[in-house]
Structure formats: C-alpha cells, structure tokens
C-alpha cells in the first residue's frame, strides 16, 4: 500500500520560516487588515476587507528585506510579471500588486478562495483520499488551468497539492502560488532545480537541463496519484528511500481502473521524451468520460464542463 499523506511527507526547497511581520498597515488604506490565513518563505497572507466594498481579499505580504537576503529577487518581479497577466476560472486572481518604499513591503492582493488547499481536502476525507469521480473532475480543472500556462508560455514548477486550493462545497479548484514559475518556449530547455521534491521530475533531482512542460507533467501525476490514493506513488519508508524510487521511476501501482494506472504510467516515464504532455491528459477520453461525482446536496451528477 502508498504510504499515507502527511504534512511531513512533503519537504519543500526552502524550509519555511516566519518573516518580520509587517506591523504598521497604514499603507493599506483601501483595506481592513485582518487574521493570518497563510505563510510563505519570505510573505504572510492576510485576509483583507476593501472597506468602500465589504469584498474579501488574501493579503500576500512581502518583505522586500526577507527577499533580498534569499537571493530572490528576480523571483519576486517573476511572479509579480506573471500572475498579473493570467485569467482563468481555475487559477487565483492577481488584482494588484501595493508597494510601500517607507517600509519595504509589498502587498499582493489576490482572490480569496473560501475553502482549503488540496492537502487538507483529501486528508479531511474519511477515507484520507477522494472517490475516483471527484478526483478525476477536480484534477482536470487543474490540468486545463496548466494548459492555459503552457499555451500562454509559462510553466508552473512546483505543481502539489498544496498548491491548489478547494471551495469548502468541493466544487472548484484553482491553481495558486507562481513564486517559481518561469516563462517558457518550444525548444527551451531549463536549468533550474526548484520545486517540492517528491513532486518533481527525475530530471530535475539530477540537475539536468529540461522541459518545464514535460516536468509539470510529472508532477500532476503525483498529484493525481495522492488524490486518488491518498498516498505518495514512491515505495520507501523513508523520503530519501522514496526520492530514489522516485528518480528511477519506481511507482507503486493503485488500486484503480487499469487506464488511470496507465495515465500514471506514462506520466512517470524517466525519459522526458517519453513522457506524455498536457495535451494527452485534458484530451484524454477514458478521463473526460469518468470526471463525474454524485453532489452531495442533489444527487444529481455533473459532469468536468459543469464546472469550467
């Protein structure tokens, strides 16, 4: 069996650490600065209420000081580029971005989405994972959301559960966190090793060039993967152990129809050439024809198009 979905499970780049929070939100006139709903390696997320409107917002606070001592600057004017020019129903709105020069902040502010991300959604079930329907209807509105970032030139890097959030009613899930994502061409190959490690692609465990939309692809199959499962696919009772596996392409196959373990199957090919695009997974009929789920107020069953 997978091993069970934890927080732990999931080591990230940069172990997280509270920045100097920002005290004084004078700055902030527009907006009543509430709770901490959210914490980032150099960024607090506040909930925020537009005082002329009552609309809430997620507050993401950066420290100008905090990014510089990372070394994360050209990150930092990345994400801002990006997330500012994309629109789609399942990727978190970027309205703004408010800079205080006096305090070296700056405030993106975002849609706030009333639910939580996908880690908690998935372990919250009773179960500890979601029923094939759910997932596969959810995970296609992701993978739609990455095609939009592939055909538009851009690719995610750090694709995971916790990077997608969920409405409490489990209806919608959208695409959040761009901190690494990066813009992208037919041809180009990237060198850069980011990401969550036991999401990310061999090619990246190895530091060698890739293509950042072959990478994505991985890991919206580890993705996949927990949701269905709600474990990691790697065998290993130990991360490292798991990583190796992992850089192998050693997977556990799931308790699932045989045509989602051949999704897994070639969406963990070692061989970047090998592997299938974004393109094989949102076309994908077995699928498209499977994304259903019984709502749980009417019974009725809606279908991945209800939803996008």
Sequence with gaps: MPEILSQSSYTQDNELTRPEECVNYDWLSDFDVKETIGLGTFSEVKLGVRRSTGQKFALKIMSHEKIIELGAFDKFQSELDIHLKLRHPNIVRLYEAI???????????TELVDGQDML??????????LDLG???????????????????????????????????EGKKAKLIDFGLACPWAPGKLLREFCGTPLYAAP?????????GPKADVWSL??????????????????????????????????????QLNEIFRESFQVEMKERIGIMDIVENEWMLKNSTKKSRASGIYNTITHDL
Aim: proline share 7%; glycine share 6%; hydrophobic share 40%.
């Design 99 to 109: 800079t205080c020069p006096k305090d070296k902040y700056t405030c993106l502010v």
């Design 120 to 129: 908690d959604y998935v372990t919250d079930q009773p179960e500890g994972k």
């Design 134 to 168: 759910e997932s596969l209807r959810l995970f296609l509105q992701i993978a739609n959301a990455v095609q939009y970032l592939h055909t538009n030139g851009i690719v995610h890097r750090d694709l995971k559960l916790e990077n997608i959030m969920v409405d409490w």
């Design 203 to 211: 090619e990246i465990h190895l530091q060698q060039e890739y293509a």
């Design 221 to 258: 199959g580890v993705v996949l993967y927990c949701m269905v499962t709600g474990g990691v696919p790697w065998p290993g009772c130990t991360d490292p152990e798991a990583l190796n596996n992992a850089v192998q392409g050693i997977w556990i196959p799931a308790e699932v129809p045989s």
